[in-house]
């Protein structure tokens, strides 16, 4: 049966000579796999681009709960973005999100909340214009609270209390943190993301973003 989803596209690999295999984070499906086909061939009129990290689409997929790969019909972006490919630093922190994203969304049910605040932080991370290296610390600190966890038990009382300021402020305001306090910040929030997220592993990403955001 055909249904009609927005999409956060996550990472894609590829798949065979010509397609790929896209992870998509939808509106009314949770976290899914689909398969597009043909997309790498030469005679594709459809661009591989629109399945770069966290590029918003409109989708009318195939839903078939008993398999574990589903099917695409129609895709086209929801949302004109063009910063967050071409601006170095926002295309770091594209990249970093996405594995976040990749390792803190299990669930195959719908999330209404979760995904409009994802939705909506990509959009502010593609239009911004200041605030942006303070931003990946703030979406952090923000998504605690749509991963069910919260930052109300981290051991460093110091910590949480900054770290939840953080959080309640908008994007871009009153943040302004020094390279130190960035790098401690980030640190620690990756050690709580860890304790909390059965899996979750070495962050890949990290090196390349501290690199991007040392200054």
């Known amino acids: ?75 086209k972006r929801a949302v ?10 926002k295309s770091t922190v594209a990249l970093f999100l996405s594995e976040i994203l990749y390792k803190s969304i299990r669930e195959s049910d719908p999330n209404p909340d979760l995904f409009d605040f994802v939705f909506h932080s990509i959009e502010w991370l593609d239009t911004a214009e200041e605030g942006l290296s303070d931003f990946h610390v703030q979406f952090l600190s923000k998504f605690t ?32 943190l020094s390279r130190k306090e960035r790098v401690n910040n980030l640190e620690r929030l990756l050690l709580f993301y860890k304790e909390h997220i059965e899996g979750f592993g070495t962050v890949k990403s990290l090196p390349v973003l501290q690199t991007v955001f040392d200054d």
């Open 145 to 176: 609270r749509y991963l069910g966890f919260g930052l109300d038990y981290y051991v460093d009382e110091g910590s949480i209390k900054a770290l939840q300021e953080l959080g309640s402020k908008p994007y871009g305001k009153g943040a302004g």
């Open 80 to 89: 004109l973005q063009n910063d967050i490919y071409t601006n170095l630093k």
């Open 1 to 75: 049966m055909l249904h009609k989803t927005r999409g956060i596209v996550i990472r894609y690999i590829r798949y065979r000579e010509t397609s790929i295999i896209a992870t998509i984070f939808t509106e009314e499906f949770g976290m899914r796999s689909y398969i597009i086909n043909g997309i790498r061939s030469s005679k594709s009129k459809k661009s591989i681009a629109a399945f770069a990290p966290l590029t918003l689409l409109d989708l009318v997929v195939y839903q078939k709960d008993s398999s574990e790969i589903q099917r695409l019909s129609e895709w």
